[in-house]
């Protein structure tokens, strides 16, 4: 699996959209990419998966440039609800129910 | 949809101990995964079975070992408990006949070795 970099932590208000970057210099040509959400002592929920260009659904968009070395999950108008960690990886789907989580993104929204 | 039910909750054993925990999966979904959440070590994968068969396993010791029903409900078990096994144990549940990365976890098992 590709080795994703993603910021430590995040701080925001509420009401703001934020941007959460992560980096996969690495990804090969048939990789996914999938985010998903944590909350403390609970399983992470997905939010979203793209490969290219931009996905969008009813809680974020998730925007991939031509060359996929990188993407960005959005997270419009967060609430404090949003507060928690989020996971980026990027992998082939045919690992199956093998997810490698990396250290995720801890974003903080304020009020 | 009801979701993925994880039993029990909360657990606390002792070193040299067994415990078994329980997963029930979304209806319908086939494969279920096994994973172990701590502090150092973040979310590892431990087995993913499918139609009662381990079709994935991760870098953990035999003393895990797990198993599902035709019922796909699974059980993991982890005989001689040592302290380094408390964690955040959580399974996941997805249909399982493609590889999407879309799985549906629980809330998982808390687990305390002392």
């Known amino acids: 699996l590709a080795k994703t970099t993603q910021p430590i932590s995040m701080d925001s208000y509420e009401g703001q959209e934020v941007n959460i970057t992560c980096s996969h210099n690495?990804?090969?040509?048939?990789?996914?990419i999938t985010w998903y959400q944590q909350f403390p002592s609970q399983g992470p929920r997905f939010i979203i998966q793209g490969y290219k260009t931009k996905v969008t659904n009813e809680v974020a968009s998730l925007f991939i440039p031509a060359d996929r070395k990188s993407s960005t999950l959005s997270l419009p108008r967060v609430s404090l609800s949003d507060t928690a960690v989020y996971y980026c990886l990027v992998g082939v789907t045919n690992q199956g129910g093998k997810l490698i989580f990396g250290q995720g993104t801890e974003l903080s929204v304020k009020p | 949809k009801a979701g993925v039910t994880q039993t029990p909750r909360y657990l606390i054993k002792t070193r040299g101990q067994q415990v078994t925990l329980s997963c029930s999966p979304i209806s319908g979904h086939r494969s279920v995964s096994w994973y172990q959440q701590t502090p150092g070590q973040g979310l590892q994968f431990l087995f993913e079975y499918f139609s009662e068969t381990q079709r994935n396993k991760g870098n953990f010791p035999g003393r895990f070992s797990g198993r599902q029903f035709s019922n796909s409900r699974s059980e993991m078990n982890v005989s001689t408990l040592e302290l380094g096994d408390s964690a955040l144990y959580l399974c996941?549940?997805?249909?399982?006949?493609?590889?999407?990365?879309?799985?549906?976890f629980g809330p998982g098992t808390r687990l305390t070795v002392t």
């Open positions: 690495n990804i090969a040509t048939n990789d996914y």
């Open positions: 996941a549940s997805r249909p399982g006949e493609t590889d999407s990365y879309e799985q549906y």
